[in-house]
């Protein structure tokens, strides 16, 4: 089984870069996660949002692995403690199947790619920087799946 994050959005700076490749690493023999970056639709003045919008859910979707289950990261979407996603994470397992996680714009995600979406994954109800969200749900997966592992990462 193998991961994907699918993040929108231009590269990262140095730190997420950085933290993002070391959870990353920590992963590779338990699931290995693999970043795949989305260029921004173009935005500015005089230009439509939701046409940007549309353009990047387009390139989001081509990325997705065939037969992936998808999990779009959403505010509104559901709330995972630590210990749910451990269990979530066993869950996908089970199927078989490729994860794809998704990151979307400055405005969210296309209608299209909620409605790819088996499921969604709300980080917390703060709004994040989506390059810190990056780095966040690395940590996360790397926390279930140690937890998962009886690693002891987790501390709780």
């Given amino acids: 089984m193998k991961s994907r994050l699918i993040a929108t959005g231009e590269r990262a700076p140095g730190w997420v870069a950085q933290g993002f490749a070391e959870y990353q690493k920590r992963l590779s023999h338990w699931l290995p996660l693999e970043l795949v970056e989305i260029e921004p639709g173009l935005r500015g003045k005089g230009r439509d949002p939701q046409r940007a919008i549309d353009d990047e859910g387009k390139r989001v979707l081509a990325a997705i692995p065939k037969n992936a289950h998808v999990v779009a990261l959403e ?26 996680f998704l990151i979307g714009g400055p405005e969210g995600h296309a209608p299209d790619v909620l409605a790819a979406a088996h499921e969604t994954w709300s980080l917390s109800p703060l709004t994040l920087p989506h390059m810190l969200a990056r780095l966040v749900v690395a940590e996360q997966v790397y926390r279930a799946a140690a937890m998962l592992a009886n690693h002891p990462y987790h501390r709780a």
């Fill in 75 to 100: 505010v509104t979407g559901k709330p995972y403690s630590s210990e749910q996603l451990a269990q979530r994470l066993e869950h996908w397992r089970g199927q078989g199947r490729d994860l794809a």
